[in-house]
């Protein structure tokens, strides 16, 4: 567990950060999701369709987040739906192009940095055989990991934003919580933690940056 940070030392009231992966370490997965279907023959929107709206394919992704099925498991069963021949590495071919997010990888040294303790707590889609923190080099940034799959529980279920802060050592009321998802952000400010949605839109960083108290980031 990470030692707490002793209150005073840093420039606010918070003492911990905590961060989404996918949409707020990375860049837009959704626009290199487009170009990789449309390189398979596929509609633009079919991975995101799929994925989000087909009822078989939703329970599989669920499964994965939870660590009750493979990442192999998954692109097997996932690639015909895609209409697919070739399942190998699926999950792996489709975020090849995605890339870390500079604004937040320096926002995440910066409050490290700073002293304050810094934790990842990522809904998981699969390890092995492409693992995305490993590809996006993000694994060295934090005190706390908290992936799903690992802990077989996924956002939103209350149990791992509490497992989070218990690993943090810290309450609800000293961490910022930053999320691409809206249905994520209730269950953390029940916990007492001060929530930042990003959006997409330019800016987050610097948000954060701000309520911590260490400057603007790229």
């Known amino acids: ?10 420039p606010s009231a918070y003492r911990g950060l905590i961060l989404d992966f996918a949409g707020v370490l990375t860049t837009d997965a959704l626009a290199v999701h487009r170009e990789w279907c449309v390189s398979q023959g596929l509609d633009p929107e079919a991975w995101r ?11 599989l992704y669920a499964d994965l987040e ?3 099925l493979s990442q192999a498991d998954w692109n097997r069963q996932t690639a015909p739906y895609l209409g697919l021949a070739d399942h190998q590495n699926l999950m792996g071919r489709a975020w090849a192009g995605v890339r870390p997010a500079a604004d937040m990888v320096t926002l995440a040294k910066a409050a490290r940095e700073a002293g304050y303790v ?4 990522s809904n998981s889609f699969g390890l092995d055989p492409y693992d995305p923190y490993a590809a996006c080099g993000v694994w060295d940034l934090f ?5 799903s ?19 943090m050592g810290l309450p609800g009321e000293a961490c910022v919580f930053v999320d691409d998802h809206p249905v994520n ?5 029940a916990l007492g933690i001060t ?3 990003a959006d997409g839109q330019p800016g987050t960083s610097a948000r954060v940056a701000s309520l911590l108290g260490i400057g603007a980031c790229v």
């Open 1 to 10: 567990m990470a030692q707490p940070t002793v209150p005073g030392a840093l």
């Open 49 to 59: 369709r799929t994925l989000n709206t087909h009822p078989a394919v939703r329970q």
């Open 66 to 68: 939870r660590g009750t």
């Open 118 to 121: 810094v934790a990842m707590l």
């Open 143 to 147: 005190d706390v990991t908290v992936v």
């Open 149 to 167: 799959e690992r802990e077989g529980i996924a956002k939103p279920d209350p149990a791992i934003y509490r497992l989070t802060l218990d690993r």
């Open 185 to 189: 952000l209730p269950p953390a400010e």
């Open 195 to 197: 929530t930042v949605l």
